[in-house]
């Protein structure tokens, strides 16, 4: 019912920057919070950041002062900004969209299917 497009992982060298997108599409009504997790190799997904849809943001400690999340209400995507990268910051990074659906007007949560991001010299 809601597709997820995610775009813009990589290899970058410590201290580098990348940008990720995610467009969703398909039968939304109303998108609430977006937002972005990452999944490093051998730990558990975790919260990276999320912006609702009053443009209200919270970020993990680890990254707050790098990462900057922003949407694009009229084209129903999300991006995320990140700066100073670091080792650390390697991972799956999937984007997170709660959606009120034009079907049936039930509110569901999506996932993408994630997209890597490796920074390493």
């Known amino acids: 019912q809601v597709q997820l497009v995610e775009s813009g992982g990589g290899l970058v060298q410590p201290g580098g920057s990348l940008r990720l997108s995610c467009a969703a599409s398909g039968s939304i009504f109303r998108i609430d919070t977006m937002g972005w997790y990452r999944q490093a190799p051998g730990k558990e997904r975790e919260l990276v950041t999320t912006?609702?849809?009053?443009?209200?943001?919270n970020y993990a400690d680890s990254v707050k002062g790098r990462f900057t999340i922003s949407r694009d209400n009229a084209k129903n995507t999300v991006y995320l900004q990140m700066n100073s990268l670091k080792p650390e910051d390697t991972a799956v990074y999937y984007c997170?969209?709660?959606?009120?659906?034009?079907?049936?007007?039930?509110?569901?949560?999506?996932w993408g299917k994630g997209t890597l991001v490796t920074v390493s010299s």
């Open positions: 997170n969209v709660v959606v009120t659906l034009i079907t049936d007007w039930t509110r569901k949560n999506y």
């Open positions: 912006i609702t849809s009053g443009g209200s943001t």
